[in-house]
């Protein structure tokens, strides 16, 4: 089953400050491509259950907080916070 991924609006939005701030812009961009690409996929396995409702998954310099409803398969992004660079 494939699921289909929504970012709120306010997370876009801190996205694109990340986005902006970084000097690897590169690096955020595939970040975030590849944990939509991971979430779609297979919620479920792309992360750790962090509580009973809150899923995270860390792929390159983001990190993502997430929330998974298997009835109409979505996942709704709901935080994310820049990595700091190795």
Do not use: C, N
């Not at 089953?1 to 929504?6: A, I, Q, S």
């Not at 993502?64 to 935080?79: E, P, R, W």
């Amino acid at each position: 089953m494939r699921f289909t991924v929504t970012w709120l609006p306010s997370i876009e939005r801190r996205l694109t400050e990340i986005w902006l701030g970084s000097s690897d812009r590169a690096a955020i961009t595939k970040a975030a491509d590849e944990i939509d690409r991971q979430l779609r996929r297979d919620p479920h396995q792309a992360g750790l259950k962090f509580d009973d409702e809150i899923w995270q998954v860390v792929f390159g310099r983001l990190a993502v907080l997430y929330s998974i409803s298997d009835d109409d398969a979505q996942v709704k992004v709901i935080d994310v916070d820049e990595m700091p660079e190795a």
